[in-house]
């Protein structure tokens, strides 16, 4: 049987992530309060604020990556902590904002990574998981690129066997910490096309986005993180506006109409 594709969710239940009370903070200081939203399966929510105001460390913070302050996380009706962590990783999968490769490894065992979680303890991987490897390289558009070392990519290759090994660990709710990393307009496109499509079939999607036009474009919700504790989540729609941005990235945007797509510039 042929391995699904990427978009293609495996058998499993609907997908939800929901935060209640969540507090992150750094060094005592806030920098997001009492976070409170829950999002489920067929939505891509896109994250927006300046730097430093807590996107990575939030996106850290949905994945039980760090504690939350106060608060808590809880994934498909279970707070995250009580997931064991393979259990976990098979239903929630993080995508890091930069990636490192400290031993030497060929692209085809690097996206074969993403396979772990689902094998049994001292268990190599089988047909189906070469398959699935192979399937997410195609689809982020690498697949003649298996033999190679990883040390030899460009910065936007590598960025896109890392979409690919996250692929391969066919979790419902992938969290995303700035996918469009390096990537040149045509993958960035892609890679954004392949996620929406992900979230069509059902999966959930959060990324940390910095392009509001981005986010009007494959988004159906926002999370605007202010700093200082402040945070504002809605639809795309009613959330993400002219008014909004200005006060969140502190100069003037401005949106526009093109081609009956919305176009944030800010000035």
Not at 18 to 33: F, S, W
Not at 115 to 122: A, I, S
Request: aromatic letters at 6%; a negative charge.
């Amino acid at each position: 049987m042929a391995s699904p594709a990427p978009a293609t969710l495996s058998a499993g239940s609907a997908a939800r992530l929901a935060c209640r009370g969540l507090d992150v903070t750094v060094n005592d200081h806030p920098l997001v309060t009492a976070l409170d939203f829950e999002a489920r399966g067929g939505q891509f929510v896109a994250v927006l604020g300046r730097n430093g105001v807590g996107k990575t460390l939030t996106l850290h913070t949905l994945a039980g990556l760090r504690a939350p302050a106060t608060g808590s996380v809880w994934l498909d009706g279970r707070e995250l902590g009580q997931w064991p962590g393979s259990a976990r990783a098979r239903r929630l999968a993080l995508l890091p904002q930069t990636t490192e490769d400290p031993f030497p490894a060929t692209v085809f065992e690097t996206a074969l990574i993403g396979r772990h979680p689902h094998l049994p303890f001292w268990q190599w991987e089988g047909p189906d998981d070469l398959a699935r490897a192979q399937a997410a390289l195609a689809a982020v558009g690498i697949a003649d690129l298996g033999a190679r070392s990883v040390l030899t990519l460009s910065g936007g290759e590598r960025r896109r066997l890392a979409v690919a090994t996250l692929l391969a660990q066919d979790a419902a709710t992938c969290l995303l910490d700035e996918p469009t990393n390096h990537l040149d307009p045509q993958h960035r496109t892609e890679i954004l096309e392949l996620f929406r499509a992900r979230a069509d079939a059902g999966g959930l999607v959060i990324a940390t986005l910095h392009d509001a036009t981005l986010a009007a474009r494959y988004a159906d919700q926002v999370l605007l993180l202010h700093g200082g504790g402040r945070w504002c989540y809605g639809d795309v729609a009613t959330t993400l506006t002219a008014a909004n941005l200005s006060e969140l990235y502190a100069v003037p945007v401005e949106e526009f109409d093109w081609r009956g797509r919305r176009i944030f510039i800010s000035s």
